[in-house]
């Protein structure tokens, strides 16, 4: 990392020595003991290392790489600048933090304390931000889920291969809540559609408009892998997937309604509804490791790799 008591004598074309791999980040005891003095010594090298900022940067027009200078002016003390044309840009860009005013500090942290799944309101008052700041930022963090998500499908069931048994996978529909602001009888409700794999407690949720074979089958079929074999609270139109076993249960053993329970206790506003859903599917298929993932799945999706 260059000085940070004025320009480095020797222009450097990296901000930090040593970026952490993947296994790294993954392995490391995060708490936040661990966490706050790493922000203290040095919050930029310390997000390059986590691969939440690039390390250098091309000039566009020249082609060649850009020269790190200290600007104390500037939200994060530096800047990129090409040695010919002399054009820069800020250290975020092409990242993670681009569009942002918060400090390193503060995003790092509400990255840490939304890992830990703390409320709203706590993660304002202890980053001190707007309501209106961390509303966006639980959308953004939500979006990276959504198209990890997307990148990395969760595919239910198919068969054991230690047994040569269909693993099988419950399925429920159930009201979640009312549309606001939309009036007529058949646009206010709103519908969760949900898929658990007994045993892993994998699950897939979505909402639907459809709840007939039609609407119901593509997701079934997209969500499942062949030889499953699905547990139904009997519903006739389950028949005719087959690919799929089929069986019936009882809602008093169902497990996949209590998942989607949970989530309406929110009451979420119908244009968030399918991202808290996401959110929730991600967090459970992490089983805890939330932090890391969330840093990998940056790190993936701004283009960072393993460098």
């Not at 296994?23 to 290392?49: G, H, M, R, Y």
């Not at 681009?98 to 709203?120: G, P, R, T, V």
């Not at 048994?165 to 429920?172: F, Q």
């Not at 969500?223 to 009997?234: A, K």
Request: hydrophobic letters at 35%; a neutral charge; aromatic letters at 10%.
């Amino acid at each position: 990392m260059v000085s940070e008591y004025g320009p480095p004598r020797t222009a450097r074309e990296c901000i930090s020595e040593h970026i952490l791999t993947p296994s790294q980040i993954q392995d490391f005891d995060w708490t936040f003991l661990s966490l706050v003095p790493k922000l203290i010594e040095n919050e930029v090298d310390f997000a390059v290392s986590l691969g939440l900022i690039h390390n250098t940067n091309k000039c566009e027009a020249c082609n060649l790489p850009r020269v790190l200078i200290k600007r104390k002016k500037l939200l994060d003390g530096y800047m990129w600048r090409c040695r010919d044309c002399k054009s820069s840009c800020s250290i975020r860009a092409g990242s993670f933090l681009e569009a942002s005013n918060l400090s390193i500090k503060q995003i790092i942290m509400l990255l840490y304390c939304w890992s830990l799944d703390m409320k709203q309101v706590t993660i304002k008052k202890e980053i001190s931000v707007s309501s209106r700041t961390i509303t966006d930022w639980m959308q953004f963090i939500r979006e990276v889920c959504e198209q990890d998500i997307l990148n990395n499908p969760i595919m239910l069931g198919g068969i054991d291969e230690q047994t040569n048994n269909p693993k099988e996978v419950e399925v429920d529909k159930c009201f979640f809540f009312k549309r606001k602001y939309i009036k007529g009888p058949t646009q206010d409700d709103v519908w969760v559609f949900c898929a658990v794999e007994r045993g892993s407690h994998r699950c897939n949720l979505t909402t639907v408009e459809e709840k007939d074979r039609e609407g119901l089958f593509p997701i079934v079929r997209a969500w499942m892998l062949p030889g499953t074999r699905i547990i139904s609270d009997g519903w006739a139109d389950y028949e005719g997937l087959d690919q799929f076993e089929h069986a019936t249960y009882e809602h008093e053993h169902d497990s996949a309604r209590p998942k989607i329970q949970k989530l309406s206790g929110g009451r979420q506003g119908l244009d968030t509804c399918d991202l808290h859903l996401v959110e929730f599917m991600w967090r459970h298929r992490e089983k805890g490791e939330v932090f890391p993932r969330i840093i990998q799945c940056i790190r993936n999706q701004y283009s960072f790799g393993a460098s």
